[in-house]
C-alpha cells in the first residue's frame, strides 16, 4: 500500500491505494474532484457558485449542478437529524468572525464578531434545489456546507477514483474518511484516531470500508470579543456546542453518514450516547475531562479508557 | 438756380453717393444683426451641451453612491452563465447524492488492527545443524513495513 498527503479545501488530503503503481493516477482524479468542489462549493471564494447563491437570498441562483448535489445532501442531513446539522448557518458563523480562511482569521489584529443574527431554525426546509444547475438560499439565510461538503467530497473523490480505475481506495479529508473499491477483496486498512493531526498519540483501528468520520472542538478555533470559539454551531442557539464531547469519531455506510452522527453527537452533547445507540452507530467519543465512551462494535483500548486532558 | 449741365453732374454725383452710402449701411447693417444672431446661438448651443454633460456626470456618481450604499455585504453579485459540466462523472455524483447516503447507522466493521507476525519465528527446539562449510544460504528479504495508518482527526487546516 502507499499513499500520498498534500492539502486542499483548508485542510490535509491523505489518499492511499493498495498499489504503489495507482498512486500517481489516483492523485491526479483527486485532485481534478477537490478543485472542482472548492470552485462550486467554498464559502471563502469569493467566485464561488456557493458565494454567488448566498449574495441572492430569496431568489433562484443559476448554478453548477455539483453545488446542488452537495446543498441536496446537507439537506438530507438537516432531515434524518431533524435539524442538529443544519447547512443554514453561515450566518451565525458569519457572525462570530469565521467569515473567510481560518489562516487569515487568525492573522486578524482583532476579533471582529458581531452579534449574532436572530434564531431561524428550520429555514433548511425552503431551500429550492433545481438538479438542472439552480439553488434558491431562504430569505434571511446563508448557506454554509461545513458540516458535510467535506466528506461528501471524500465520498465523491473515492467513487471517481473507482468509477475510472477499479481500485482500491482510501480517501481522509481533514479526517473524514472514505474506503471504497471493487467487490473483490479488500486490502486491510488500518486508520489512526486523534484529536488533532499533530497528536503522536491516538487509537488504531482497523477498518474494512464505508466512512469514518472525526469531528472536533479541538480544532478550528478563533479568538472572538467574548473567548474562544469553535466551529460546531448549535443550530438552537447558533453558538459554538457547549463542549461536553470535545471529540467524536462515528463509522457509516458512506463519509457523509458517518461525519453527520460526530456532528449531532458533539451538538447533543449529553444526550449524545443514547442518540447514538437508537441509531445503531458506532463511535468512540472523548469527554470534555478525556474520559472515553465507546458505542456499537467500536473495540475496546487494551490500554486507557481516557485521553490526555 | 440755373439749370446746367454742370449742376446736373453734380446732382447725379449726389444721388449716387448717398445710394452707395444706403446700400452699404444697408448690407453692413444685416451684417450686423446677422453675426450678433449667430453669436447668440453659439453661446445657447454651448450652454446646452455644457448642462447635458452636467446631468450625465451627476447620474453616473449617483450610481456609484448607490452601489457603495449596500449596507449588508460588500459583495457584489454578478450574473454569469455557468458550465453544465464538471470534471465528476454525473453518474457518479447521483451515486454520492441519492436519498439516504446520509442516513446515520452501522458503518463496516472496526476492530483493533491485527497483531504483526515477528519476522522470524524461533521454535523451541532446533535440530543441530550439520558442521559444514557450505556457503551460508540467502536470507529472505525483509517484509516491507507496515503502511502508516490513516489519520482521523479533527480538521485543523
Redesign the interface.
Same mark, same amino acid.
Given at each position: 500500500?502507499?499513499?500520498a498527503r498534500w492539502s486542499a479545501l483548508?485542510?490535509?488530503v491523505?489518499l492511499?491505494t493498495g498499489d504503489p503503481a495507482d498512486l500517481p493516477g489516483a492523485r491526479r482524479i483527486a485532485e481534478?474532484?477537490l478543485?472542482?468542489v472548492d470552485r462550486?462549493c467554498s464559502r471563502f471564494r469569493?467566485d464561488s457558485?456557493l458565494?454567488?447563491a448566498n449574495?441572492?437570498p430569496g431568489r433562484w441562483?443559476?448554478?453548477?449542478?455539483?453545488l446542488v448535489?452537495?446543498v441536496?445532501?446537507a439537506v438530507?442531513?438537516a432531515a434524518?437529524?431533524d435539524g442538529l446539522v443544519d447547512p443554514c448557518l453561515g450566518r451565525a458563523l458569519v457572525n462570530l468572525g469565521y467569515d473567510r480562511?481560518?489562516?487569515a482569521v487568525h492573522r486578524r489584529p482583532h476579533p471582529a464578531d458581531r452579534p449574532p443574527p436572530p434564531p431561524q431554525t428550520g429555514c433548511w426546509r425552503d431551500i429550492g434545489l433545481d438538479p438542472?444547475?439552480a439553488l434558491r438560499v431562504p430569505e434571511g439565510c446563508a448557506l454554509d456546507l461545513g458540516a458535510?461538503a467535506?466528506a461528501?467530497a471524500a465520498?465523491?473523490l473515492a467513487? =471517481?477514483v473507482v @468509477?475510472?480505475l477499479g481500485l482500491h481506495v482510501?480517501v481522509?479529508? #481533514? +479526517?473524514?474518511?472514505r474506503?471504497d473499491g471493487p467487490d473483490t477483496p479488500r486490502p486491510?486498512?488500518?486508520?489512526?484516531?486523534? =484529536?488533532?493531526? @499533530?497528536?503522536v498519540e491516538?487509537e488504531?483501528?482497523?477498518?474494512? #470500508? +464505508?466512512?469514518?468520520?472525526?469531528?472536533?472542538?479541538?480544532?478550528?478555533r478563533w479568538r472572538t470579543r467574548h473567548g474562544v470559539a469553535h466551529h460546531v454551531l448549535d443550530p438552537r442557539t447558533r453558538r459554538p456546542t457547549d463542549e461536553h464531547w470535545r471529540?467524536v469519531?462515528?463509522?457509516?455506510?458512506?463519509c457523509?453518514?458517518?461525519n453527520?452522527?460526530s456532528t449531532?453527537a458533539l451538538v447533543l452533547g449529553r444526550g449524545a450516547v443514547p442518540w447514538l445507540r437508537e441509531?445503531?452507530?458506532?463511535a468512540r467519543l472523548v469527554r470534555r475531562d478525556g474520559h472515553l465512551t465507546r458505542t456499537?462494535?467500536?473495540?475496546a483500548a487494551?490500554s486507557t479508557g481516557r485521553c490526555r486532558p | 438756380m440755373r439749370y446746367s449741365a454742370r449742376t446736373r453732374d453734380r446732382y447725379k454725383n449726389l444721388v449716387a453717393l448717398l445710394t452707395g452710402a444706403a446700400t452699404f449701411g444697408t448690407v453692413a447693417a444685416t451684417g450686423a444683426v446677422t453675426g450678433i444672431a449667430a453669436h447668440d446661438s453659439a453661446l445657447r448651443d454651448r450652454a446646452r451641451a455644457e448642462a447635458d454633460a452636467f446631468r450625465t456626470a451627476s447620474a453616473r456618481a449617483a450610481a456609484v453612491r448607490a452601489r457603495q450604499r449596500i449596507p449588508w455585504s460588500p459583495l457584489v453579485t454578478v450574473l454569469k452563465n455557468r458550465p453544465h459540466r464538471t470534471v465528476v462523472h454525473t453518474v457518479v455524483v447521483h451515486r454520492v447524492s441519492r436519498p439516504g447516503v446520509a442516513s446515520v447507522g452501522a458503518g463496516a466493521p472496526v476492530s483493533a488492527p491485527p497483531v504483526s507476525a515477528p519476522p522470524v519465528s524461533a521454535p523451541a527446539y532446533r535440530p543441530p545443524a550439520p558442521v559444514t562449510r557450505a556457503a551460508p544460504l540467502p536470507r529472505a528479504p525483509a517484509p516491507p513495513p507496515a503502511p502508516a495508518p490513516a489519520p482521523s482527526s479533527g480538521s485543523k487546516p
Amino acid at each position: 500500500m502507499s499513499a500520498a498527503r498534500w492539502s486542499a479545501l483548508g485542510t490535509y488530503v491523505h489518499l492511499a491505494t493498495g498499489d504503489p503503481a495507482d498512486l500517481p493516477g489516483a492523485r491526479r482524479i483527486a485532485e481534478d474532484v477537490l478543485a472542482e468542489v472548492d470552485r462550486t462549493c467554498s464559502r471563502f471564494r469569493g467566485d464561488s457558485d456557493l458565494v454567488r447563491a448566498n449574495g441572492r437570498p430569496g431568489r433562484w441562483t443559476p448554478v453548477d449542478p455539483l453545488l446542488v448535489a452537495a446543498v441536496r445532501v446537507a439537506v438530507e442531513a438537516a432531515a434524518v437529524t431533524d435539524g442538529l446539522v443544519d447547512p443554514c448557518l453561515g450566518r451565525a458563523l458569519v457572525n462570530l468572525g469565521y467569515d473567510r480562511d481560518l489562516h487569515a482569521v487568525h492573522r486578524r489584529p482583532h476579533p471582529a464578531d458581531r452579534p449574532p443574527p436572530p434564531p431561524q431554525t428550520g429555514c433548511w426546509r425552503d431551500i429550492g434545489l433545481d438538479p438542472d444547475g439552480a439553488l434558491r438560499v431562504p430569505e434571511g439565510c446563508a448557506l454554509d456546507l461545513g458540516a458535510t461538503a467535506k466528506a461528501w467530497a471524500a465520498d465523491l473523490l473515492a467513487a =471517481e477514483v473507482v @468509477d475510472q480505475l477499479g481500485l482500491h481506495v482510501l480517501v481522509s479529508l #481533514g +479526517g473524514d474518511i472514505r474506503i471504497d473499491g471493487p467487490d473483490t477483496p479488500r486490502p486491510g486498512w488500518t486508520v489512526r484516531v486523534t =484529536e488533532s493531526p @499533530d497528536d503522536v498519540e491516538g487509537e488504531v483501528v482497523a477498518l474494512a #470500508g +464505508g466512512g469514518l468520520a472525526t469531528s472536533s472542538t479541538r480544532a478550528r478555533r478563533w479568538r472572538t470579543r467574548h473567548g474562544v470559539a469553535h466551529h460546531v454551531l448549535d443550530p438552537r442557539t447558533r453558538r459554538p456546542t457547549d463542549e461536553h464531547w470535545r471529540t467524536v469519531t462515528a463509522t457509516g455506510a458512506t463519509c457523509v453518514a458517518a461525519n453527520v452522527a460526530s456532528t449531532a453527537a458533539l451538538v447533543l452533547g449529553r444526550g449524545a450516547v443514547p442518540w447514538l445507540r437508537e441509531h445503531g452507530v458506532t463511535a468512540r467519543l472523548v469527554r470534555r475531562d478525556g474520559h472515553l465512551t465507546r458505542t456499537g462494535g467500536w473495540p475496546a483500548a487494551p490500554s486507557t479508557g481516557r485521553c490526555r486532558p | 438756380m440755373r439749370y446746367s449741365a454742370r449742376t446736373r453732374d453734380r446732382y447725379k454725383n449726389l444721388v449716387a453717393l448717398l445710394t452707395g452710402a444706403a446700400t452699404f449701411g444697408t448690407v453692413a447693417a444685416t451684417g450686423a444683426v446677422t453675426g450678433i444672431a449667430a453669436h447668440d446661438s453659439a453661446l445657447r448651443d454651448r450652454a446646452r451641451a455644457e448642462a447635458d454633460a452636467f446631468r450625465t456626470a451627476s447620474a453616473r456618481a449617483a450610481a456609484v453612491r448607490a452601489r457603495q450604499r449596500i449596507p449588508w455585504s460588500p459583495l457584489v453579485t454578478v450574473l454569469k452563465n455557468r458550465p453544465h459540466r464538471t470534471v465528476v462523472h454525473t453518474v457518479v455524483v447521483h451515486r454520492v447524492s441519492r436519498p439516504g447516503v446520509a442516513s446515520v447507522g452501522a458503518g463496516a466493521p472496526v476492530s483493533a488492527p491485527p497483531v504483526s507476525a515477528p519476522p522470524v519465528s524461533a521454535p523451541a527446539y532446533r535440530p543441530p545443524a550439520p558442521v559444514t562449510r557450505a556457503a551460508p544460504l540467502p536470507r529472505a528479504p525483509a517484509p516491507p513495513p507496515a503502511p502508516a495508518p490513516a489519520p482521523s482527526s479533527g480538521s485543523k487546516p
